[in-house]
Structure formats: structure tokens, C-alpha cells
């Protein structure tokens, strides 16, 4: 499975802020998926991320919010812009394997927003 | 659209018994794929184990198995031999086959079961 690393682990921001956080795999991948995770909960995709075109949101989360960059087939960034207490969760990214039903997931992100 | 319901919120374990998690879902498609992933503390999500729908040989990873009843949309998870290190989240998946019925690639997950093991 491919090796995912996420920056930065964890962080706490103030309301109103902005914060991005990015995702390296070790291999080249064509479908990126970022998830959040609110506390207690389970994961719930945001978006899917194709290099070359605009990431795909899923129902209940737009672009302004939450844009999303893939400049290459190794790499994405996703944003939370103007945060609120409420955007509190860890962020994970993932990354099809070789068999692509199969997803593997980076280390995620811990967000706390005071 | 496909729902995957896992109705343990948690479970207990003595250390090296046996514990089945409790996996059920929803859907209309005749070939999909579903996956056992285990989240620490750490909250790594780790991938336990994958089953094709299309097959009916049950998956079985070292201590890990899944007892998959497909007609009755059941993909339990079989602990053998419980570890301290087996304490997680289990979180239960399904993932539709690229340019399936429902034209999505993600993965739906239930919602959780919190596994406790006792030494």
C-alpha cells in the first residue's frame, strides 16, 4: 500500500482564520479523497480530487469553504477557510491502492478551532 | 443509496477470545466491495480486511475473518485470539464498483464500534 504523510498533524486556530493542510503520497495515484471525521463520529467524504480538473464535492460542502488544490498526481492540498468552532474534526486524506476499490488513509489532521 | 449500519456502539473483549463486530448495509447493486478498517487511538485508519461481493469465500486475514451473507447484506468481522493491540474503532465499509449503479467512488461508512479488550 502506498505510504501517506499529512501536515500538519494537529492545530489549533482561531474563528475566522484560515488553514491548509496537505497531503504527500510515495506513488503516484489518480483519485484523492478527503474525509472528515467529527468527534465521536464517522468519516464523511468531502471531496474527490482528480489531478487536472476540479476536485468533485460531495452534498453539503462547496469550494468556497473548503477548495482543494492537485497540481500533480503525488500531492493535494485541501483548505478550511473561515473556520468556526464547528469545523472541529480530524481531516483524513486517502488514496486508492493498486486494486482500486481499495482506499488507504494518511495519519490525519486534528483540527481545533477556539 | 447505500447505508451501511453497524448497531454496536461498543463491545468488550477479553484478551485472547473471540469477538464478532456486527456489520449490516443497504443496497441495490449486485457487485461491490466491502472492507473492515480498524482506527487506534492514533486514529490511523487501517484496513483489516476486503471482501468482493461477487465472491463467496469469506476473507480471512491471520486472526481476522468475515462471516459475508450476502442475501442478507450481512459482513461481520471475527476477532480471534484477542490482543490488547486490537483496541479500536472498527469502522465497517462499502464501496461501489467504479461505474456502478449509484455513479459514486466513495466509501460509506457505519458509524462505528468501539472495541475494548480486557487483560
Known amino acids: 500500500s502506498a505510504v501517506i504523510s499529512q501536515k500538519p498533524s494537529r492545530d489549533i486556530c482561531q474563528r475566522g482564520t484560515s488553514l491548509t493542510i496537505q497531503c504527500q503520497v510515495d506513488s503516484q495515484v489518480t483519485m484523492m479523497f478527503w474525509y472528515r471525521q467529527q468527534p465521536g463520529q464517522s468519516l464523511t467524504l468531502i471531496a474527490t480530487a482528480n489531478q487536472g480538473s476540479e476536485a468533485t464535492y460531495e452534498s453539503g460542502f462547496v469550494i468556497d469553504k473548503f477548495p482543494i488544490s492537485r497540481p500533480n498526481l503525488t500531492f493535494s492540498t485541501l483548505t478550511v477557510s473561515n473556520m468556526s468552532p464547528e469545523d472541529s474534526s480530524i481531516y483524513l486524506c486517502?488514496?486508492?491502492?493498486?486494486?482500486?476499490?481499495?482506499?488507504?488513509f494518511g495519519p490525519g489532521t486534528r483540527l481545533t478551532v477556539l | 443509496a447505500q447505508t451501511v449500519t453497524q448497531s454496536q456502539p461498543e463491545m468488550s473483549v477479553q484478551e485472547a477470545e473471540t469477538v464478532t463486530l456486527s456489520c449490516t448495509y443497504d443496497t441495490s447493486e449486485s457487485d461491490y466491495y466491502l472492507f473492515w478498517y480498524k482506527q487506534p487511538p492514533s486514529r490511523q485508519m487501517i484496513l483489516v480486511i476486503r471482501?468482493?461481493?461477487?465472491?463467496?469465500q469469506n476473507a480471512t486475514e491471520n486472526r481476522f475473518s468475515v462471516n459475508f451473507q450476502k442475501a442478507a447484506k450481512s459482513f461481520s468481522l471475527k476477532i480471534s485470539d484477542s490482543q490488547l493491540g486490537d483496541a479500536a474503532m472498527y469502522f465497517c465499509a462499502y464501496r461501489s464498483p467504479l461505474g456502478g449503479l449509484y455513479n459514486n467512488n466513495d466509501m460509506r461508512f457505519g458509524a462505528g464500534t468501539r472495541l475494548t479488550v480486557k487483560p
Open positions: 471482501q468482493e461481493a461477487y465472491k463467496q
Open positions: 486517502s488514496v486508492e491502492g493498486q486494486t482500486a476499490d481499495t482506499q488507504y
